[in-house]
Nanobody, 117 residues
Framework: QVQVVESGGGLVQPGGSLRLSCAASGFTFGLNYMAWYRQAPGKQRELVAGITSGGTTNYADSVKGRFTISRDNAKNTVYLQMNSLKPEDTAVYYC???????????WGQGTQVTVSS
């Protein structure tokens, strides 16, 4: 079965950095688009960044130049490097995949990121 597990969240001061990891299994990782979303209290879940099987990336305007998504297909893991963090980046961050040939989209349990002094 498909499993998606995020890690790496925490409390960080404004201007600081964190790296999130998402380990996935149960499908052919290297062939699939992987994405990070986030959801702040009282707000809708939004796309933060995505990466195709070929390594092409896309970002929300709010994180361009600060966040970097990458993947290691040998480890079935996608990363989100977050620099210059702002209080408005505070949210639960989720990893998502809709594996080719499968009917469903899969989410991890989320990892909390809090940016506060």
């Amino acid at each position: 079965q498909v499993q998606v597990v995020e890690s790496g969240g925490g409390l960080v001061q404004p201007g600081g950095s964190l790296r999130l990891s998402c380990a996935a299994s149960g499908f052919t990782f290297g062939l699939n688009y992987m994405a990070w979303y986030r959801q702040a209290p009282g707000k809708q879940r939004e796309l933060v960044a995505g990466i195709t099987s070929g390594g092409t990336t896309n970002y929300a305007d709010s994180v361009k130049g600060r966040f970097t998504i990458s993947r290691d297909n040998a480890k079935n893991t996608v990363y989100l490097q977050m620099n210059s963090l702002k209080p408005e980046d505070t949210a639960v961050y989720y990893c998502n995949v809709a594996p080719r040939g499968m009917a469903n989209s899969y989410w991890g349990q989320g990892t909390q990121v809090t940016v506060s002094s």
